[in-house]
């Protein structure tokens, strides 16, 4: 499990409540590897998330001209990475945050 498969599990879910839908759509995320794949703007390197992504861009492709995506940087989206965080912790789920390495991003 990752959390890139975490997060397109998630726009996977959006988009197919959006295939009953007929307004125009913008979802916000602060993966920035989702929003940029999803629009095309970086390459699938493959991993866990590449099932994900086909599932997500296959539900994508049909509703793309009434859906749009912004990307929506971390530090901007604090209260929404708490909220999520507890609902983990509330359901007892463990996870661990990789240790920060010096040099990379």
């Given at each position: 499990?990752?959390?890139?498969?975490?997060?397109?599990?998630?726009?996977?879910?959006?988009l197919?409540?959006?295939?009953r839908?007929?307004?125009?759509?913008?979802?916000?995320?602060?993966?920035?590897?989702?929003?940029m794949?999803?629009?095309?703007?970086?390459r699938?390197?493959?991993?866990?998330y590449?099932?994900?992504?086909?599932?997500?861009?296959?539900?994508y492709?049909?509703?793309?001209?009434?859906?749009?995506?912004?990307w929506?940087?971390?530090?901007?989206?604090?209260?929404?990475?708490?909220?999520s965080?507890g609902?983990?912790h509330?359901?007892?789920?463990?996870?661990?945050?990789?240790?920060?390495?010096?040099?990379?991003v």
């Amino acid at each position: 499990m990752s959390n890139n498969v975490a997060e397109y599990s998630g726009v996977a879910a959006i988009l197919e409540r959006l295939q009953r839908e007929e307004e125009l759509c913008l979802i916000r995320g602060d993966s920035k590897l989702v929003i940029m794949q999803l629009q095309r703007k970086w390459r699938i390197n493959g991993g866990l998330y590449t099932p994900f992504w086909q599932r997500a861009k296959a539900l994508y492709e049909p509703i793309g001209e009434r859906v749009t995506f912004k990307w929506v940087p971390r530090v901007e989206n604090a209260i929404c990475d708490v909220l999520s965080k507890g609902v983990l912790h509330d359901r007892g789920i463990k996870f661990r945050i990789q240790p920060y390495s010096h040099g990379r991003v």
